[in-house]
């Protein structure tokens, strides 16, 4: 059922603190928990926008809102994490790499046409990040790309668990209008809005 806490047991094997949402906290809480993988779940970003990387004691949460056929699309939000620094130094080599038309450090930067040439599901589409934003009091990227739909993606490394994080948020309505703005320096009050989200997590119980 939508809002319904999911079976969280198997985050008790992970190798470090697992953030999932609390109830009522939307979007998590206007859909249904489709999956929960613990202890190595594949995780981080690749080029398609999918995961690529398995991460050994890590986890992965996601959720989705069912079609009119009962089955399930690909997944609106999900909430990934993985003990060392590796995950997120991964994460941040890809996007720089996505977004080396702009300086390594630049706040904000777009790439209209980051796979040229490319068509076809899995490519990626126009889609810019911001640097130098906050989740859970430490330094977050955002990235907001065209993957078919738009999609909010912040990553995040916690010194403090020695955990590298990332939260996906796609279709999220509240987002609509910076997602029918398209590229615009002017989305950096909803890529602070999506890594908000990331503060309102809580570490699941015996994880």
Request: proline share 7%.
């Amino acid at each position: 059922m939508v809002g319904e806490a999911p079976d969280l047991s198997c985050l008790q094997t992970i190798h470090g603190p697992a953030l999932v949402p609390p109830a009522g906290l939307q979007p998590f809480a206007s859909l249904i928990e489709v999956n929960v993988q613990g202890a190595g779940p594949r995780l981080g970003l690749s080029e398609g926008g999918g995961f690529a990387s398995t991460y050994p004691g890590s986890y992965g949460l996601e959720f989705d809102n069912p079609d009119m056929n009962g089955s399930f699309n690909i997944p609106e939000a999900s909430i990934e994490g993985a003990p060392s620094r590796q995950m997120y130094a991964n994460d941040t080599a890809f996007l720089l790499g996505t977004y080396a038309n702009c300086a390594a450090d630049a706040a904000y930067c777009a790439n209209p046409n980051p796979q040229p040439g490319c068509a076809g599901i899995g490519c990626l589409g126009p889609g810019e990040i911001f640097r130098h934003l906050s989740a859970r009091g430490t330094d977050a990227v955002v990235e907001h790309i065209q993957i078919g739909a738009w999609n909010w993606i912040v990553v995040w490394f916690d010194g403090n668990s020695q955990m590298s994080y990332h939260l996906i948020d796609a279709k999220d309505p509240t987002l609509a209008s910076s997602d029918a703005r398209g590229l615009s320096a002017d989305n950096v009050t909803a890529a602070n809005q999506v890594a908000a989200l990331a503060d309102k997590l809580i570490i699941a119980n015996g994880s």
